[in-house]
């Protein structure tokens, strides 16, 4: 993988925060993107034109933040794309499920309201294109059909214009898709599938309140079959 644009650091700071601060920018830019291998040392070096012990003093600081993880005989992986979701990430991991799923509603439902005020027609089109990928996952494996119902609801919220409420979403991801996995894995009502496409219906409808109802019931749904489950 070729590694972004570097450029030699100052000597004024400390040149391994610098580096770290340069690698911390290829992440955040996508350059280096989440589950991607990073260049190697050697080349690293080469480019940035410090020493080897610089380059792995870096690397190590990103390593200590969660942001990178360093797999032994394997390389260096990029394991996250900012310190927020790696701290919100250690957070939701020790939540309450019943927690996660209070958290997963709030963001939902003014995902699901904005998506109806502000998505376009591609959007929508962009919509039922995942939806239909979620109905086709149904009959597949468990984290296959995850990934695809993630997708989906991710998508709504960014259909709804706040880069800042998708942004936090997609930094939830681990909490979201494990109680989307705990609650598929265990229903076998098509009341859940259904309802997905009526939200979908209520945005390009430009309907608010029957988006934001059809979010609100999905997610009572979901925490009530996850209730039963433990009963």
Not at 87 to 101: I, K
Not at 138 to 144: E, I, M, P
Not at 194 to 202: E, F, I, S, T, Y
Not at 205 to 211: H, I, L, S
Request: hydrophobic residues 45%; proline residues 4%.
């Amino acid at each position: 993988m070729e590694v972004g644009v570097l450029s030699s650091p100052q000597r004024a700071v400390p040149l391994a925060t610098q580096v770290a601060g340069q690698f911390k920018q290829l992440i955040a830019a996508g350059d280096w993107p989440v589950g991607s291998r990073i260049p190697p040392e050697h080349r690293l070096t080469e480019q940035l034109g410090v020493s080897r012990n610089t380059v792995r003093e870096a690397l190590s600081a990103l390593v200590h933040l969660g942001l990178l993880e360093a797999r032994p005989g394997d390389g260096t992986y990029v394991r996250a794309d900012s310190e927020l979701q790696v701290s919100l990430g250690r957070r939701v991991a020790e939540a309450d499920p019943d927690d996660a799923f209070e958290v997963r509603a709030l963001l939902e439902h003014r995902g699901s309201r904005r998506a109806a005020l502000h998505a376009t027609a591609e959007d929508v089109a962009h919509l039922r294109e995942l939806l239909d990928r979620r109905d086709a996952a149904r009959t597949g494996d468990l984290a296959g059909f995850v990934e695809a119902d993630f997708a989906f609801h991710r998508a709504v919220v960014i259909a709804g214009g706040n880069p800042l409420l998708a942004e936090l979403y997609q930094h939830l991801s681990p909490v979201i898709t494990q109680t989307i996995s705990d609650s598929a894995a265990l229903d076998h009502d098509s009341t859940v599938h259904d309802l997905h496409h009526h939200l979908v219906d209520a945005i390009e409808a430009g309907d608010p309140d029957a988006a934001e109802a059809c979010s609100v019931a999905l997610v009572a749904e979901g925490r009530d079959i996850l209730r039963g489950s433990a009963s």
